[in-house]
């Protein structure tokens, strides 16, 4: 076989799987269920509550010396979540 002919033969085989491999991987994609924009959103609501609950925990903080209920379940919700939020670091 001429040795020009099999590398063309090669490349367009290379070529053909790559872009058989880009469909599956972009086919994928569009069916793993989270859109783009629905991920982006989602992100932002998370770091709005974050920020949120960064900003309660520097009023309790502010608040210690108030030995209030409101106060002290304040600070106990803010000790599980901060917990909980290690926990699913790990």
Avoid: C, H
């Avoid at 367009?12 to 982006?40: I, K, N, T, Y």
């Amino acid at each position: 076989m001429n040795p020009r002919a099999l590398a063309l033969i090669v490349v367009v085989v290379v070529v053909v799987v790559a872009f058989v491999v880009w469909l599956v991987v972009r086919w994928l994609g569009s069916q793993a269920g989270v859109r783009r924009a629905d991920f982006d959103r989602l992100r932002g609501e998370r770091d709005l509550l974050a920020r949120a609950i960064a900003e309660i925990d520097e009023k309790a903080d502010t608040y210690r010396d108030i030995d209030s209920v409101l106060a002290t379940d304040v600070r106990a919700i803010i000790r599980k979540l901060n917990a909980d939020r290690l926990d699913m670091s790990r």
